[in-house]
């Protein structure tokens, strides 16, 4: 890495409610496949989204990105889930599975479109998302 970028990381709690149902799977399979999370109605989580962004330094901030900037990725990003249910509230998710992965998938899409517009130079090197302190979605 040149000495003159670096990575800035920033984290984002939202509150967001799930089941896990493949519409395609019978009943049976999706309680062997889904355990406790195959129910009508779901269960929440408080998700915590980190993102790593790549940068040059700026000659003239000595910042990478501006945090207000940063925060305001963040916001855009995971407002659209907050206190939302994914399975009802949000459109990809009436067709996908909203697993831990699916969301980060999901998430990593809509930074990365932020960050092209708004920031072309700077990259997403790495997107985690919590769905527990002890469980997490990492994508590279
Ligand atoms: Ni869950």
Redesign the pocket.
């Known amino acids: 890495m040149d000495t003159r970028t670096a990575v800035i990381a920033r984290r984002r709690l939202f509150s967001s409610a799930?089941l896990y149902d493949q519409k395609k799977f019978s009943r049976e399979e999706n309680l062997a496949t889904f355990g406790r999370?195959h129910t009508p109605h779901g269960?929440g989580?408080n998700y915590v989204l980190e993102i790593f962004v790549e940068g040059r330094i700026d000659e003239r901030t000595k910042m990478v990105i501006d945090l207000t900037d940063l925060d305001s990725i963040l916001l855009t990003v995971t407002d659209p889930l907050d206190h939302q249910h994914l399975n009802f509230d949000v459109a990809e998710f009436k067709e996908k599975v909203p697993t831990t992965e699916n969301i980060a998938l999901y998430l990593r899409e809509k930074v990365r479109i932020e960050l092209q517009t708004r920031h072309p130079s700077l990259k997403l090197k790495r997107l985690r998302l919590f769905?527990t302190d002890d469980l997490w979605v990492e994508i590279e």
């Open positions: 799930h999370c269960h989580h769905e």
